[in-house]
């Protein structure tokens, strides 16, 4: 705020203190008033300047206060709008986030329920077996078509097989059997110490001997499979835990025959079997191909033929063509010897007709 209104308030304070002085020290003289001071007068007119000037100034403060007052407000009060309306809409940010965050919440907690009920599934070998022969037969139907597998198959004597891939001699059908070893992997997994990490991994290797072994006994029929067979294990998690720390395990179910794999090493071998069955299939009907050949062969002949039977009318079309134009030639120098004979003057005509006529008097004229 400016301070030169202040300081003229301040001077006219102070101006009126020294004539109420004045004055006062008058009204105490004991000697008869003298007459009036001219300068007194112009003091009092200097202070009633000032006090004029200094309504006005007040009059302007005050005037230009009210403008910044109001100008205060209005922002006050688009401030307060613009909050209003950015708190309306951060209100529908956060209804919209917790709407979403309401829908993953109820995700999570029906994730939350499947997950306990595969666990139920896991903890129950019965039901953690149905659930390796339904992943297991989800892979196999993917990959091959209906007539090279067969689930729950005959084999042997009153034996039956989780799958059975029905495939071409050699190497001819190969069993597939789902194992999942969960206890002994989640021992090694909880195993607390040296000692209870040595115990788990010794029973994992038991369990993983004795399913090789049965596999190897049981669906490997000779005359009936082929000299091998395939453990399947529905877990990558088990299927690296084996492969990185067993290899000797994974060594002596190779030398028995069995082959161990996980859901996706069993999906690559599938792939390449479907590959083998295609090869045979063609191989099967390679003589079909060949007759189709032989087909294609003779009507490739007879396309030929055709072709030149079809070239020898274009030749005599194109020799007609020309006869035509030579023809046409002639007719047009025909036409053009006829058109100049027509233009001859009539004495030149019975000159050529006299001369025709005897040539011996042409000759002596």
């Known amino acids: ?23 006062v020290w008058r009204g105490h003289r004991p000697a008869p008033l003298p007459a009036p001071d001219p300068r007194l007068d112009q003091l009092a007119g200097q202070l009633q300047s000032l006090a004029a000037t200094q309504a006005s100034s007040q009059a302007a403060i005050d005037q230009r206060l009210d403008a910044r007052l109001n100008q205060l407000s209005d922002r006050v009060q688009e ?54 022969e339904v992943q297991l037969a989800a892979i196999v139907q993917d990959a091959l078509p209906n007539a090279n597998y067969e689930f729950q198959a005959p084999l042997g004597e009153g034996k039956r097989v989780d799958c ?20 002994s992997y989640r021992a090694i997994r909880d195993a607390d110490g040296d000692v209870a990490l040595t115990q788990a991994r010794r ?29 399947f294990v529905p877990s990558e998690a088990v299927y690296a835990e084996l492969h990185a720390n067993f290899p000797n395990l994974v060594e002596e179910a190779g030398r028995s ?38 087909e294609l062969a003779k009507d490739l ?5 055709r072709v030149g039977k079809l070239q020898s009318h274009f ?8 006869q035509i134009r030579i023809s046409t030639d ?25 001369a025709a006529a005897n040539p011996v008097l042409v000759a002596k004229g």
Not at 1 to 23: E, G, N, R
Not at 164 to 170: D, E, S
Not at 315 to 322: G, I, N
Request: with cysteine.
């Open 1 to 23: 705020m400016d301070s030169s209104p202040m300081l003229a308030l301040l001077a006219l304070i102070a101006l009126l203190l020294v004539a109420v002085l004045i004055l």
């Open 79 to 132: 401030r307060l709008a613009l909050s209003a309306t950015e708190a309306g809409q951060s209100l529908g940010e956060l209804k919209e986030r917790l709407a979403v965050i309401d829908a993953a919440q109820k995700n999570i907690a029906e994730l939350s329920t499947r997950m306990v009920s595969l666990q139920d599934i896991l903890s129950n070998k019965q039901a953690r077996g149905a659930f390796g």
């Open 164 to 183: 059975l891939l029905k495939l071409p001699n050699p190497p001819g059908a190969i069993a597939i059997d789902s194992k999942f070893p969960l206890e």
């Open 203 to 231: 029973e994992f290797s038991v369990a993983i001997r004795v399913h090789v072994k049965a596999i190897a006994e049981k669906y490997i029929v000779p005359g009936e499979t082929a000299d091998c067979a395939l453990m």
């Open 257 to 294: 025959r069995v082959w161990i794999v996980s859901p996706t090493t069993l999906m690559a071998t599938l792939t390449t079997m479907r590959a083998v069955l295609k090869d045979v299939r063609m191989r099967e009907q390679a003589h079909v191909i060949q007759a189709k050949v032989g």
């Open 301 to 305: 002949d007879r396309l030929d033929t």
């Open 315 to 322: 030749d005599q079309a194109v020799e007609d063509v020309r």
């Open 330 to 354: 002639k007719a047009i120098k025909r036409a053009d010897e006829i058109e100049s004979v027509g233009l001859e003057a009539p004495e030149s005509v019975t000159l050529a007709a006299t």
